[in-house]
């Protein structure tokens, strides 16, 4: 018994910890750009975050091409906020527990893959001793319970006993019946952040830390936070008249909008957004070229070296961990995002762009093995 209490320590260290800096990991550039102390409540975070979320200005919505463009159904999907409007031909009004009856005869896989989650069983989440691995998940719980009770979502002394359907597609802990035809949502990252305030705040802080050392990009992008922003203010994707192909670019470019591109929905398994092979699925992470085998790996700015002595010594382990983890990159890895180690040179003659339409001006590209010197 003393040798497993012992083997406790750490982890009641480390849930310690973890309760005490709940959001020891959001960075003092975001309180900064939201115009908040440090010591802001939950709830004060939650509002400065989600209106900035929501603001054109900062990159919601359709953005500057929009009169160019109109969304095809698929598009409800991609950016809900936007376009998504309840169904008016299903006409239930459902309780917590009718949802759950209903779906389990109309799309079984969704509650299978629910009642594994997390979500369906936070009961067992409050079983756990010490000795357990996901022992961490007590204390994230109480602060989500926290955030709620701030948000005015959960009473003071009540437990939340489960997230299922109506909690996500209806409001946060909803005891009324909720109408499918005005009430019904399809989640945004904004819902996902009622609960899940870190996370939801780390992910919107990339708007304020992500800074490229050669200007590669514009501030806070290539990011989660603003890469529906970096599609539709593309002026090709606006402008292809094949707009089911246009969605298809916005699939890899939908995380700003929504969370379930790294965490699938039913089940939002945190395990499963850490794999490697979640983020190899985007090309902006990993583009694999069948035929050479070879992969790109992109590296995060603030791993960047300088401009003449290329990545630090963070991004070449960073290279070698995902050449490891992501079958098939150990053959050929090559590193962007970083500013090369060579001087950026304007596109060649024989680049890719046709003559009668020339690149833009601040288009930079890496010279060819050619044409470098």
């Known amino acids: 018994m003393k040798v497993r209490l012992w083997q406790g320590v750490p982890l009641l260290v480390c849930t310690a910890l973890f309760a005490a800096g709940a959001r020891a990991d959001i960075p003092k550039e975001t309180y900064d750009a939201l115009k908040l102390d440090q010591s802001a409540t939950p709830k004060q975070l939650y509002e400065a975050v989600v209106q900035r979320y929501r603001d054109p200005v900062q990159g919601a919505g359709r953005g500057a091409y929009a009169q160019y463009w109109e969304p095809i ?20 009004i459902a309780s917590r527990q009718d949802c759950v009856e209903c779906h389990t005869d109309e799309t079984p896989g969704w509650v299978n893959a629910w009642k594994k989650s997390t979500h369906a069983n936070l009961g067992k989440i409050r079983l756990l001793t010490p000795q357990d691995a996901t022992f961490y998940k007590k204390a994230k719980l109480d602060e989500i319970e926290n955030n709620l009770r701030s948000l005015g979502l959960l009473g003071a002394n009540e437990r939340l006993e489960e997230v299922g359907c109506i909690d996500c597609h209806f409001d946060v802990n909803a005891s009324k019946k909720a109408d499918h035809r005005t009430d019904l949502r399809m989640p ?18 990339e708007r304020d830390t992500l800074i490229w050392p050669g200007d590669q990009y514009p501030k806070g992008r290539p990011s989660h936070a603003l890469d529906y922003r970096a599609n539709v203010e593309t002026a090709i994707w606006a402008s292809m008249p094949q707009r089911e192909i246009a969605e298809g670019c ?23 957004a850490r794999k490697p092979q979640a983020c190899a699925t985007l090309p902006a992470h990993r583009r694999a070229s069948a035929s050479s085998g070879t992969s790109t790996i992109v590296i995060p700015p603030r791993y960047c070296g300088s401009a003449t002595k ?12 995902v050449a490891l983890l992501v079958p098939g990159s150990a053959r050929s890895a090559d590193p962007v995002g970083c500013p090369p180690s060579r001087p950026i040179q304007e596109p060649s003659s024989s680049s890719a762009w046709p003559a009668s339409s020339p ?13 470098a010197k």
């Open 310 to 321: 290329g990545p630090s010594p963070k991004a070449t382990v960073l290279i070698l961990a």
């Open 359 to 371: 690149p833009p001006a601040k288009l930079r590209s890496r010279p060819s093995s050619s044409s």
């Open 188 to 205: 945004t990252a904004e819902v996902c952040g009622t609960c899940h305030l870190q996370e939801f705040t780390e992910r919107e802080s």
């Open 73 to 92: 159904p698929m598009s409800k999907y991609t950016d809900p906020h936007s376009f998504y409007k309840p169904p008016t031909t299903v006409r239930e």
């Open 250 to 272: 916005t699939l890899c470019h939908d995380n700003q909008n929504k969370c379930d591109t790294c965490h699938t929905r039913h089940q939002f398994s945190a395990v499963e």
